[in-house]
């Protein structure tokens, strides 16, 4: 079934009908874009679940968010069609932040959807705007089975949907250069959530 496009900017819905923001720039290091890819691919039957770590800014009127690191939801409580942060989990999350040397905080969330597609359900919009609802908070949608991505975040204009984000390339001595777009979660090709 094709997607039919809403440019109005005003429905705010989970899932598909979320509308698209380009008031946000995600770019997320290299070394959280593979951990984050090898704990979502590490339990193909169950939700998984972490924290997006990184900065948040504003620049010449456009918000960024730059992830640079994962925090693995221990402790949470997966199950084949939902994940749920407990309390064990956020103290082992505010454990690691506290041992990092420098101001990254959290920035957003990630889980799977294993098999069954990238929409936010009810339980995600949930979860998002009242954990994750900063200017500039993003959260991550894997499904590991099919291999795709979806990026949902927190704009001024609400909840909307990432169309890109960035994976930032590193040199030989490890430090970051250029952003290239090199993932393109929410193609047009894609069927609509259910």
């Known amino acids: 079934m094709a997607r039919k496009k809403d440019n109005s900017g005003s429905r705010e819905k989970h899932g598909r009908g979320a509308p698209r923001s380009?008031?946000?720039s995600l770019t997320i290091d290299p070394d959280a874009h593979r951990a984050r890819d090898a704990h979502c691919g590490a339990n193909p039957r169950n939700e998984v679940?972490?924290?997006l770590v990184g900065f948040t800014g504003e620049e010449n009127g456009r918000r960024w968010?730059?992830?640079v690191a994962i925090i693995e939801g221990k402790h949470a409580r997966e199950e084949q069609m939902s994940v749920t942060f407990t309390h064990e989990t956020w103290d082992a999350v505010h454990e690691a932040l506290a041992q990092r040397n420098d101001k990254a905080r959290v920035v957003g969330w990630y889980h799977t959807h294993p098999d069954f597609g990238i929409f936010y359900s009810a339980p995600d919009v949930f979860v998002h705007r009242n954990f994750f609802n900063l200017?500039?908070?993003v959260g991550i949608v894997v499904d590991p089975v099919r291999e795709?991505?979806?990026v949902f975040?927190?704009?001024?204009?609400?909840?909307?949907t990432l169309a890109r984000y960035e994976v930032a390339r590193q040199n030989a001595r490890g430090h970051l250069v250029d952003c290239?777009?090199?993932e393109e979660p929410l193609r047009d090709d894609m069927p609509e959530a259910r």
């Open 135 to 137: 200017e500039g908070q």
């Open 180 to 182: 290239r777009y090199t």
């Open 148 to 150: 795709e991505r979806g």
């Open 65 to 67: 968010t730059r992830v």
């Open 153 to 160: 975040a927190s704009t001024a204009q609400g909840l909307g």
């Open 22 to 24: 380009e008031a946000l």
């Open 49 to 51: 679940c972490g924290v």
